[in-house]
């Protein structure tokens, strides 16, 4: 890797850091560092939904799947809207009575305080084990392009990350996650542009996805064994985003941490539509990656992007 990849990996480090510095300025309450006061902006919390829903894996693999197959993988985020739809018409007025910092505090009032136990526990141990399957595989790219061993990396990954949001609280941690989604969403549009140039151009490149039907997006089969259909898209997809939209407080801490419910609905829907938009990206990626020959069957579909920015990327775009 050149010196000018190491450099903008330490800026973009230091810029983290420095996002946590900042916001933690003028912090007074627990309430300014757990909900940011309430008074975050609505946009920016619809973002921070969308990046925080975006880990490494969904970067790395969703090109993958449409290399290997078609576009029909984004039924299941067009239920994700639903799902939030759903939310913000029946959950959030539940959270915006009173003032409640949790999910789990408006679990309690709504349902006891085993409930609340019960759930906060479950929460815990859910996200500690995917969390660690996030940072793992986040820490596959920097390893690669560093050359550091995986323990480093995951080490480096959350030595950083727990740095900026045990200072700056969420405010940090939303702000942090902005910066992220236009860093990767930046790297999703000039990998797409450059895939499709190596493959001759956008006529050429999407006249053979076409033929090899890679762009067929809807499947109305009724079919318990096909891995992406439309009703299991659609129901599965809004029973995923209703649970780890509507309860897990992740995503719900950003919510309360809205001006209003008005925001609150609007950042929670609008994350729905930027969600389709993005998982279309990477898809149409995967795609780009086929059309250029370089999605090799002999490689594993979660390889095929990485290997595709170490070595087609320009240095400092990689």
């Not at 001006?259 to 609905?265: E, I, K, Q, T």
């Not at 149409?284 to 979660?302: E, I, K, R, T, Y």
Request: glycine share 10%.
């Amino acid at each position: 890797m050149s010196p000018i990849d190491i450099a903008v990996i330490a800026v973009y480090f230091i810029a983290t850091l420095g996002v946590g510095f900042w916001v933690s300025r003028g912090q007074k309450s627990t309430a300014d560092y757990f909900l940011g006061a309430r008074n975050l902006p609505a946009w920016a919390v619809m973002l921070s939904i969308v990046a925080t829903e975006t880990s490494a894996l969904t970067v790395i693999s969703v090109p993958g799947i449409a290399a290997r197959g078609d576009l029909t993988f984004l039924q299941l985020p067009i239920g994700y809207l639903f799902g939030r739809i759903g939310i913000a018409l029946w959950l959030l007025p539940g959270y915006f009575r009173g003032e409640p910092d949790t999910a789990y505090a408006r679990l309690e009032a709504r349902f006891g305080a085993p409930t609340r136990r019960m759930l906060s526990l479950v929460f815990l141990v859910t996200r500690f084990l995917a969390d660690g399957v996030r940072v793992f595989a986040g820490a596959i790219p920097l390893s690669l392009l560093t050359g550091w061993s995986i323990s480093t990396a995951i080490i480096v990954l959350g030595a950083v990350t727990l740095c900026y949001t045990w200072i700056g609280g969420i405010k940090a941690v939303i702000w942090a996650d902005v910066m992220q989604l236009c860093v990767y969403i930046a790297g999703g549009i000039a990998a797409l542009a450059i895939a499709t140039h190596l493959a001759g151009g956008i006529g050429p490149a999407w006249n053979a996805a076409a033929a090899a039907n890679k762009l067929h997006l809807f499947n109305f089969h009724l079919s318990l064994t096909e891995p992406y259909t439309f009703l299991g898209g659609l129901i599965g997809g809004a029973l995923l985003s209703a649970a780890s939209h509507g309860t897990d407080h992740v995503i719900v801490q950003r919510l309360l941490g809205t001006r209003s419910l008005r925001d609150a609905r609007f950042a929670i829907i609008g994350s729905g539509v930027i969600v389709i938009a993005q998982f279309l990206l990477f898809l149409l990626v995967g795609v780009a990656l086929w059309a250029s020959q370089n999605a090799p069957l002999d490689m594993a579909s979660d390889k095929l992007f990485g290997e595709f920015v170490l070595h087609h990327l320009p240095v400092g775009l990689s």
